[in-house]
């Protein structure tokens, strides 16, 4: 065989394509075994020079393939490529070689032929070109590159690999039996980013990634050490870019020669999409999970039904559950099955798709609800298959009824506070009312309603106002809440509360305008009724208070007579029988008098006539004075009565001395009374003093009965005691501390308590007071340092 010859069959064997030739002089062809296969023959065939021409090209392709040779050797051209339509037909491509004689006679035509790719085998007849096949299209190849130098001597006919290297669409290259390239054709070169001066001198394995340099000099080394013919390995390269390509290597040793041929095919792409098929599926498939849909196909012809992965956990069977149509009809639950069966024949029969939501038993008796599609799939007019999804929409189905129930829940909120919803879309001019809206505004369910329409019900004059509302909620974009009246349809005159809010995009755009509308009519009328109800009532009471204010002297006077007479007789010396009568009487025109002052001081209070004055007083003095008036009292009792004033309370304040006066009479003397034992402390001590404000805590502490907490919120109620058997025994009106509490809150202040049950209580309470310039007078038998001493040592009554 020639140098030429096994070069040719050394590339029809790396690139797997058939090879033949043609000598123009002897008038013969030679061909290999793999290109007899590719024209249907069995190899071995025979085939003459007429055969061969017949059955490499259609005979549609023909004049373009015999156009396209005599082309080429009318303009000498060594080689060209072109696509041709076979007899099968089978599209190929062709690369070819003339070898000429030195007078620039062909010699020699021959070359390789390799099946084009699938896609390229269906493509639609273009215009004005054959059915099977395009133009074809001579293209000389560029001149090969130079050898490096001491390999091998460039070759002077164009039989050589150079030739051959040029016209290959994959990448190859000859190398030593070093490893070392030689040679390599410009699809190697581009397909490595490199040009040959890069790659000059470099080995196999210095072209491949550095995981899998070993690996591939390993292989490299054994072929060229075992004498062996060929090897087949798979590589990463490192591109000049610094990406990878992934190279199939074929390796057909020419031991003759001391070298190996090299086929390469880029495998980059393919395993990239391999790669991201399995991403996709394996993304398809976590999907399907997430969504919990599957998939399934029903073959009719073979009556074979298929479930996908999901399918199949849907139903609780195992991935490898083998179903049929029977079987599966039977997981719907029994009152679902007619239906199913239906839309399963009707898709047979008429290929009408179908849709549903029914429910599932599981194999575990897991009730399930699922969403069904089907689709017919046609051949030749006639449904052979059935193909779809399959959803388990259980939760789905539960969140519906969750909302079906809610929704129900809310429309009967609504009906039982008459309060209904709307939304209004302006681009659409399209106003939507729920169900309580148009019962409260007597608007037919089925009747057709505008926005203009709902504004007419409004009397005008709020009609107007409402407007306003309306257009500020556009124009600012603020929420709108506003009551105005309805005239329904039936004349009926309604109170609404209206609540009015835009809703925008994201560039705050006016999407809608949604509200409420409340009925509070009875609510209003309620109102009414209860305004009228207390002016009358404040008309009452304030002409009760103000009959016993103008009374307050008609009654105080008779009763001071009484008192002063009887102090009189009570000096004149009486006989002792007198004597207990006149304090009998004393002692109840007293009490009497004080009972009078308590309820006129609260119809006071209570017909807002309370009016405090402003003048400079002493704590002090009024503290000791106080003491001095109630100490027979608590030694007629027995008991302590203690007074503490802190010294660094100012001598002059500005208030009411009478009011104060007042307060702390009712709080010692409460504690006097209901006190059988131990002592009563009044304590004054400053809190704070910022410029000319000063705030002071008094406290007025007993060991007296105390009082149940329950009790406690109670004592402060006007004519309440603790209990009834308190007010049998200790009697009173339970007007005092009522009085005091509404006293201090003309102070700004409030009484507060601390008690234990048969411990005693003790009532404090924090008032500010003002600071004054103007010195209080020390009464005539008591000097200020011996009012302080008082304050300081406190006073005792037995």
Avoid at 59 to 77: H, I, R, T
Avoid at 83 to 92: D, F, H, I
Avoid at 183 to 212: C, I, M, W
Avoid at 765 to 777: A, G, N, P, T, Y
Wanted: overall charge negative; proline content about 5%.
């Amino acid at each position: 065989m020639s140098r030429s010859a096994k070069t040719l069959e050394h590339l029809a064997f790396l690139t797997g394509s058939g090879y033949w030739t043609y000598h123009f002089r002897q008038d013969y062809c030679t061909w290999s075994d793999n290109f007899l296969t590719l024209l249907g023959f069995e190899p071995g065939f025979s085939l003459s020079r007429t055969t061969l021409r017949t059955n490499l090209v259609s005979p549609s392709d023909l004049p373009l393939f015999q156009n396209a040779v005599e082309k080429a050797m009318a303009e000498g051209n060594s080689s060209f490529t072109c696509q041709l339509s076979t007899r099968y037909p089978l599209r190929m491509t062709l690369s070819l070689l003339l070898e000429y004689d030195p007078e620039g006679k062909p010699l020699i035509l021959a070359g390789l032929a390799t099946p084009c790719p699938q896609k390229e085998q269906t493509l639609p007849p273009q215009p004005g070109a054959s059915k099977l096949s395009p133009a074809v299209c001579p293209t000389p190849t560029a001149d090969p590159p130079s050898l490096p130098d001491g390999n091998l001597d460039s070759p002077s006919d164009p039989w050589d690999y150079h030739h051959l290297f040029a016209l290959s669409p994959e990448p190859v290259c000859l190398v030593n039996l070093a490893g070392e390239i030689l040679h390599a054709n410009p699809a190697f070169y581009s397909g490595l980013g490199r040009d040959s001066s890069q790659l000059q001198g470099k080995t196999l394995p210095e072209l491949v990634h550095p995981d899998d340099r070993v690996r591939v000099g390993n292989i490299v080394n054994a072929l060229f050490q075992s004498a062996r013919q060929e090897a087949h390995f798979q590589a990463r390269f490192e591109r000049r870019d610094g990406s990878e390509a992934i190279w199939s290597w074929n390796i057909s040793c020419d031991w003759d020669q001391k070298r190996a041929y090299c086929n390469i095919r880029d495998l980059t792409e393919q395993i990239a999409a391999r790669e991201k098929l399995v991403r996709s599926e394996t993304l398809l498939k976590k999907a399907q999970q997430i969504a919990q849909i599957g998939h399934w196909h029903l073959d009719l012809r073979h009556k074979r039904l298929e479930w996908s992965e999901e399918t199949c956990r849907i139903h609780g069977v195992p991935p490898d559950f083998v179903p049929d149509l029977e079987t599966a009809i039977n997981f719907y639950a029994e009152e679902c099955r007619a239906d199913i069966e239906k839309a399963v024949r009707k898709a047979i029969e008429d290929g009408t798709p179908y849709k549903h939501d029914l429910r599932i038993i599981t194999r575990q008796g897991e009730k399930k609800h699922v969403r069904g599609l089907g689709i017919p799939e046609y051949e030749n007019g006639v449904v052979v298959a059935l193909s779809g999804v399959f959803q388990d929409i259980t939760l789905e189905k539960e969140a519906e009824n969750r909302l079906k129930a809610s929704e129900a829940r809310l429309e009967e909120a609504q009906m039982l506070s008459k309060l209904g919803h709307w939304e209004y879309i302006p681009a659409q001019k399209c106003l939507t009312l729920s169900k309580g809206m148009r019962r409260i505004w007597e608007i037919g369910e089925d009747e057709k309603v505008t926005f203009k329409k709902l504004l007419a019900m409004v009397p005008l004059l709020e009609r107007d106002y409402l407007k306003r509302k309306l257009k500020s909620s556009l124009t600012e974009l603020k929420d709108v809440q506003h009551q105005h009246r309805v005239i329904t349809p039936s004349g009926q005159e309604k109170h609404m509360v209206v609540n009015i809010m835009a809703i925008t995009d994201s560039n705050r755009n006016i999407i809608s305008l949604r509200g409420t509308a409340q009925d509070i009519t009875e609510k209003v009328l309620g109102e009414e009724q209860l305004i009228r109800a207390k002016i009358q009532a404040e008309i009452a009471s304030k002409s009760k208070a103000e009959f016993l204010s103008m009374m307050s002297h008609e009654i105080r006077t008779p009763l001071n007579a009484v008192i002063g007479m009887t102090h009189i007789l009570q000096q004149e010396n009486p006989r002792e029988d007198q004597t207990d009568h006149l304090d009998v009487l004393r002692f109840s025109a007293e009490s009497l008098l004080n009972l009078i002052n308590d309820i006129l001081d609260f119809s006071k209070i209570e017909a807002g006539k309370l009016v405090l004055e402003h003048i400079p007083f002493s704590i002090s003095q009024l503290i000791n004075k106080l003491v001095s008036s109630l100490a027979l009292r608590a030694k007629e009792k027995g008991i302590e009565l203690n007074a503490n004033i802190a010294p660094d309370i100012p001598d002059s304040l500005i208030g009411d001395p009478n009011r104060f006066k007042q307060i702390l009479t009712n709080l010692i003397g409460n504690a006097i009374k209901f006190t059988e034992e131990g002592y009563v402390r009044i304590q004054a001590y400053m809190l704070s003093l910022q410029d000319t404000m000063v705030r002071l805590r008094f406290e007025v502490e007993d060991t007296g009965i105390g009082i149940e907490p329950a009790q406690q919120a109670e004592i402060f109620r006007s004519f309440t005691q603790a209990s009834s058997d308190t007010t049998r025994k200790y009697g009173g009106t339970g007007l005092g501390l009522a009085i005091t509490k509404k006293m201090l809150e003309a102070f700004d202040s409030q009484i507060k308590l601390q008690s234990e049950p048969g411990r005693g209580s003790v009532f404090y309470f924090d008032i500010d007071l003002q600071i004054s310039k103007i010195e209080v007078e020390t009464s005539r038998d008591q000097s200020p340092a011996a009012a302080k001493s008082l304050s300081l040592n406190g006073t005792r009554v037995l």
